[in-house]
């Protein structure tokens, strides 16, 4: 048998996907309700290429109080870089919105395009990431953590004894997957 080929489908995900088969259980209400959600899933990260793009190439947008530019216009005001990748190990990573390090101040800005209220932990958790691979020490430095969303910016001053918890609690977590993938050997 010749199976169709169908290569304009590579790398992409159907709505109605096998591998997420519960909208089968769905009626036409939680059906809608779900693909909204996906909808402002794309559109947020495509915000955040946009942004990221903005960034890098140092192009201010408009100085209104909208979310995004905002983000944007502070981000390239400090001098920050764009979707910056934070690792520890092959078990603890991710990528920060947008980070910098200067005279002592680390600042960690971070774009959100949902309604939901955001939480700092995740830029806690890349604060923590940024001291261990850099070599800082949290009370050794000053912290300023961004969250950008629904017209506002929330900033907060992490205490250092919090990030270095994260620090100490991911460090061990990172040892005890190291211990489980060998039993699994």
Not at 11 to 30: E, F, P, Q
Not at 85 to 109: E, K
Not at 120 to 130: P, R, S, T, V
């Amino acid at each position: 048998m010749n199976f169709n080929r169908h290569s304009e489908l590579i790398g992409k995900h159907a709505v109605l996907s096998a591998s997420k088969y519960h909208w089968i259980n769905y009626d036409l209400d939680r059906f809608r309700q779900i693909y909204r959600s996906m909808q402002a899933a794309q559109k947020g990260t495509e915000l955040h290429d946009l942004a990221g793009k903005l960034i890098q190439h140092r192009i201010k947008l408009p100085n209104k109080k909208q979310t995004l530019n905002l983000y944007v216009n502070d981000a390239i005001g400090y001098r920050m870089t764009p979707e910056q990748p934070l690792m520890y190990s092959a078990n603890w990573f991710g990528t920060a919105d947008a980070i910098s390090f200067h005279n002592g101040l680390l600042r960690i800005h971070d774009l959100k395009t949902g309604e939901t209220e955001a939480k700092m932990y995740q830029l806690e958790i890349y604060a923590a990431l940024y001291c261990l691979e850099y070599g800082e020490k949290p009370n050794k430095i000053d912290m300023e953590l961004r969250i950008y969303q629904n017209n506002e910016v929330l900033v907060h001053n992490p205490d250092p004894e919090e990030i270095q918890a994260i620090i100490n609690k991911g460090i061990a977590f990172d040892k005890e997957i190291e211990r489980l993938k060998r039993e699994e050997d």
